[in-house]
């Protein structure tokens, strides 16, 4: 079952001394986080006042912050944003979407495993996948992904060798 929230970046510290916050983002870049105007810490709706990146933080000031003092009790807070809130490009999804879908090999028909952990270098994901006592480093690029089927649960891959790696 999909979470209604999606933990979306961790608040690092504070900037300045207007109860301003700075938040590590976990998505594609800082700018992503900077569109909403609700983030929630705790599950606790928190509105923003502004949001701006600063190379790879979000300086974002919440409603009712407003000293030094008040920032610093959120630090290593998660952020969330609820999912409804969010909209990606087609053929984009949230990573939390993935990990636990069945993955099959296209050429058998037969699964693999499944998504246990997505890496996040710099280039592109790898999708780490587990199961019948294998384990697969796939890169997300689409000559190894076929299909991307959220609802559905699953992945299909097109493997070759040397995608599997030593459990």
């Given at each position: 079952m999909r979470s209604q929230y999606l933990e979306t970046g961790a608040i690092a510290g504070t900037h300045g001394v207007r109860g301003e916050v700075r938040i590590i983002p976990w998505a594609d870049?800082?700018?992503?986080?900077?569109?909403?105007?609700?983030?929630?810490l705790?599950?606790?709706?928190?509105?923003?006042t502004s949001a701006r990146p600063d190379k790879t933080m979000v300086l974002c000031k919440f409603q009712g912050v407003d000293t030094v003092e008040?920032?610093?009790?959120?630090?290593g807070k998660v952020v969330s944003i609820d999912r409804k809130d969010a909209s990606l490009p087609a053929g984009q999804y949230f990573l939390a979407d993935l990990v636990g879908l069945d993955v099959l090999d296209t050429a058998t028909g037969s699964s693999i495993g499944q998504i246990t952990e997505i890496l996040t270098p710099?280039?592109?994901?790898v999708y780490v996948v587990k199961g019948g006592g294998?384990?697969?480093?796939?890169?997300?690029?689409?000559a190894f992904i076929a299909e991307t089927n959220?609802?559905?649960g699953y992945l299909k891959v097109n493997l070759i060798e040397g995608l599997e790696t030593d459990v």
């Open positions: 870049s800082p700018s992503f986080l900077c569109q909403f105007s609700t983030l929630y705790d599950g606790r709706a928190m509105t923003v008040a920032a610093m009790k959120l630090k710099p280039a592109h994901p294998k384990s697969y480093m796939i890169p997300a690029v689409p959220t609802k559905g």
